[in-house]
């Protein structure tokens, strides 16, 4: 396999098994452990490149499945890539576009060959086999792409879970194939990451572990978690296929989540987060704060002249109350998804900027207890 | 009747009948013409009060029949009145609430005591007489509010429109009262604006006008125009009504428009316009530019890296290409109506700024003429 050019993590500081550094992509470099805003169609939702900037982003994931049918990778590339065509110009990262297929359930369908979808606009009949999502992730130009894996749902039985997880491992070796192919000419800086799957077989894991960590990607991540599993079974997944992942490349735990399992996942060592949950949560009237979650959208908060966050420094926890939130939520206003989308974003950054420092100080334990204290203590009042 | 405590406008400039200068109010001073965007229900959609800010946006016109049913007038007064509540601490106007009502044909009903409606969320009843209106605005607590009139549509014959005229000066009248009351005890800087109505009847709009005129408003707006009626009667309508209004008080030209509009009714001495048209435009897929409306949507741009408005210097324009709004507006994304309504808000902004300049400097037609050339050159191309 040939070596990425450019592409690396540097580890800074460990704590037991939690670890802060950087990764260095073509667009730039990023802190580690990061949480990725999903920009799922180029846009995180309700909000602009300039608002993801002042937030703290470093680096957005975009979806695949839906950069390939609207505008179409093809249009993408003429823009000059991803961070080009959204004016991001910084780290982006691209799934493999499996995870939204496998959700359209009634209209894909899949073979060792790959798999056969339909589009969600028009119906029109679309098929990505791992070379395909490769080739259609390299033309969408992100600094990570994604190997294309079955994503099962949960629960599902030991059978079913092993042979996606075999498939996701004959899937990757094809991918990463068509991916040094792609990228010896020209020659580009694109990492490509393995996934791990398994559902919560441990025998599972531990196999789907070892064989991608076998093909030598220039990441890995944990599938297939955060899917309806109870957070024991989480935590249980997580901490023996960790323990197979190489300390000296990116270790990503996908579609992860809310702050306490972020904070679990840091423990054993995770450098790398995605979730819709700050901004799809904002959308619907709640928000992350530090003292746990508010439901802004309320009616307790109608006159209430606070902020979302008291603790919060961002520029909407400075200006707007949530009584003005809350009425523009009730009124429908779009102005109410980006207000709220905004702090959220906010809040997520500001947590992994604080988890990355606290890990860098070696007090990453002490952190971690008196953050869930203060999160959970409106809960417990 | 009381003198305005602080309430003035100051013409610093005449060019023929245009005029420039600026209006104090007791949340702070907006220069003349200004353009007001419409923030219906305590927001400009999709805009925040920073990006307002950042457009150049000095006043903002709140509607009171949104207001009062969401989140209620009480509310508002509780968290400090309206430039207070939406946190944007600078002038702020209220229509009286007449325009919706009327606009809600089948659930309102008018009567010479004041209109009967339905709220559009729930069905529930309201009454508004013309001392409801003016309590309901006192409590919303805008530095500039409208007297209670009634909007006729057009077409509508001559008995039907002199019989709206007449009730607008009856409740013109009652208005009056009820605020002079109001103003008293607390005293308050609150201005109350008169509205002249009379379709496109000259005879009713003479009328109106100097009845409107005889109960000396702190301002007197101009109403029921662009609401059908072609450009050449409006342009009539308002210069047989403008020179009926007295020039030491500021003069509104309600719910226009247009930038051609706008620049017609200066150029009969209009000192303030409020209307939908940016924002509203915005979000179904077209902007104002220097060179005429572009309709971003279109599949035209998909490629296209050039920005909206190749001569505006805001921050989407600086940023953002047509090829990345259009994808944004064709997948839906809020952050498409942000940006679009970011760029015509400050695009209309720039647009009275250097109105007012080119008054300044005696150089009004020249600048007209030189804008309308470059505004329809597409057009014409």
């Known amino acids: 396999m040939a070596e990425p050019l450019f592409f690396m993590i540097k580890i800074s500081a460990t704590d037991n098994k939690a670890r802060c550094g950087e990764i260095k992509t073509a667009h730039g470099t990023f802190q580690t452990p990061t949480f990725m805003p999903v920009g ?26 839906h950069l390939y049918l609207r505008p179409g ?59 395909k999502a490769i080739q259609v992730q390299h033309e969408i130009g992100a600094d990570i792409i994604m190997q294309l894996d079955e994503c099962v749902p949960y629960p599902v039985n030991e059978n079913k879970a092993a042979i996606a997880a075999d498939r996701t491992y004959q899937w990757g070796r094809r991918c990463l ?20 799957q398994g559902s919560v077989y441990p025998k599972l894991r531990r196999q789907s572990a070892e064989q991608t960590v076998s093909l030598c990607f220039d990441g890995n991540a944990i599938g297939g978690l955060s899917v309806g599993e109870s957070k024991r079974e989480m935590e249980e997944m997580l901490a023996l296929t960790i323990e197979l992942l190489p300390k000296d490349k990116p270790r990503y735990l996908m579609g992860v989540g809310y702050p306490e399992d972020i904070l679990m996942a840091v423990s054993y060592g995770i450098d790398m987060f995605d979730c819709v949950l700050p901004t799809r949560n904002a959308r619907t009237g709640s928000v992350f704060t530090a003292t746990g979650p508010l439901v802004y959208r309320n009616a307790e908060y109608a006159a209430d002249e606070r902020p979302l966050d008291e603790s919060c420094s961002c520029k909407v926890c400075q200006r707007y109350s949530r009584g003005y939130l809350r009425h523009l939520y009730n009124q429908s ?25 606290s890990i860098e100080a070696s007090r990453f334990a002490d952190f971690k207890k008196a953050f869930l204290e203060k999160y959970n203590s409106d809960r417990e009042s």
Not at 84 to 98: A, Y
Not at 342 to 352: A, E, N
């Open 40 to 65: 799922t169609g180029g846009a995180v939702k309700a909000l602009t490149s300039s608002d993801l900037e002042e937030c703290g982003v470093q680096i957005i994931l975009g979806n695949t499945y």
């Open 73 to 131: 990778a093809e249009i993408i590339k003429k823009m000059g890539g991803l961070a080009k065509f959204t004016s991001w110009n910084k780290p982006t990262l691209t799934d493999s576009g499996g995870f939204q297929i496998f959700s359209l359930k009634e209209i894909s369908q899949v073979t060792a060959d790959g798999v056969e979808f339909q589009s969600h606009h028009d119906g029109s009949k679309h098929f990505f086999s791992p070379e």
């Open 177 to 196: 194939e068509e991916h040094n192919r792609l990228k010896a000419s020209p020659k580009t800086d694109t990492a490509l990451f393995g996934i791990v």
């Open 333 to 357: 206003e779009i102005t109410a998804m980006v207000l709220a989308s905004y702090h959220s974003t906010y809040f997520y950054q500001q947590f992994v900027r604080n988890i990355g420092e």
